[in-house]
């Protein structure tokens, strides 16, 4: 018996013995594994973007469209094309001579008039002065002179009107015609385009219309615009507004060429903020960083303020530019814990 019952106070004794390993899990404290960024001093700007196409500048304030379409005024043969496709061409240069060799007999014959109604009204002219005409010959020799310059200028016209000459300032972007095809009048023979004078005529959403202003800079494939016109109605099938934006000169943009536009509606210098990753907001709506100090992460409540791109505005007592927060692994961090900063 009594082996037995010393044997049983052994097994209860060591049952009741606690568990040391346990003990020990208990007492190491938790590490959390984070990702941090840094709070930044930085201009924060809205944008409202769009997309649009590169097109030619229509007239406006009466400045004339940045395009043409070249057309022949008259029915005839194309002789000669004096232009060629991506050439810079100057205002009233001959781009298209037609045949103008009837043309040219026809003002030849006109100054031949003009010269015999000349002679012959000064002939007249005198006569009348002695005497030795009647007012009557005098007056039709001054009317046949009237008639031939009105036919010289109006051969001339024609004459003219045969050498097609470029109404703009402007690069030729497309030929249409070849030497030796007929022509009919409005036969469009070639396009110019101004390059210098390009805007983007983009589609912004209805409802972002009253942050928009003329005169609003804007970015444009890392050039800066500025918006030129906004139409005063929308589009009923997409319920986007019309927004043109001016482009500068030489932007190496090209017509037809589909952009996006960032316009600029405001603009906050100096502002602290934080990579958006590092800001938690509740189902409350309060949002909160988390800033480390050592090797702990401490929850701060703030407010936040205009998001651009990947950083957020935010303001709150105690913070300051250089500060390193919590950005991955911030997710519903406690009020304050021990954390390891993960490497990049």
Known sequence: ????????????????????????????PTQVAVRVGKVVRTT????????????????????AAASARVASPVAGVVTEVKCAEGER??????????????????????????????????RQKKLLQSEGTSLKQFQEAEQQLRVARAALAEA??????????????????????????????????????DLNRLVVAASVPIAELPLLKVGLPVEVDGKLANVSFIAP??????????????????????????????IICEERPHRLAVPRASVYTDHEGRSTISVIE???????????????????????????????????????????TKIHVLSH
């Open 1 to 28: 018996m009594k082996p037995a019952f010393l044997l049983m106070v052994a097994v209860l004794m060591a049952g009741c013995k606690p568990s040391a390993p346990e003990d020990n899990a208990e007492n190491i």
């Open 233 to 262: 109605h929308a589009d009923p099938k997409t319920g986007g507004v019309l927004v043109r934006v001016a482009l500068p000169r030489e932007t190496g943009l090209r017509a037809g060429q589909f952009v996006r536009v960032r």
């Open 89 to 122: 061409v100057e205002k009233g240069a001959v781009l298209f001579q037609l045949d103008a060799r009837l043309a040219a007999a026809q003002l030849e014959k006109a100054k031949l008039a003009v010269e015999f109604a000349e002679l012959t009204y000064e």
């Open 156 to 193: 001339q016209t024609q004459f003219d009107l045969l050498r097609v000459t470029a109404p703009l300032d402007g690069t030729v972007t497309r030929l249409l015609i070849n030497p030796g095809e007929a022509v009919e009048p409005l036969t469009v023979l070639a396009e110019i385009v």
């Open 294 to 336: 050592g090797d702990r992460a401490k929850r701060k409540t703030v407010k936040t303020g205009l998001q651009d791109g990947d950083l957020v505005e935010i303001e709150a007592d105690g913070l300051a530019e250089g500060m390193t927060v919590v950005t991955e692994g911030s997710y519903a961090l406690p009020e304050e």
């Open 44 to 63: 924060l700007r809205r944008y409202v973007e769009g997309w649009g196409n590169v097109e030619p500048s229509p007239a406006h304030d009466g400045q």
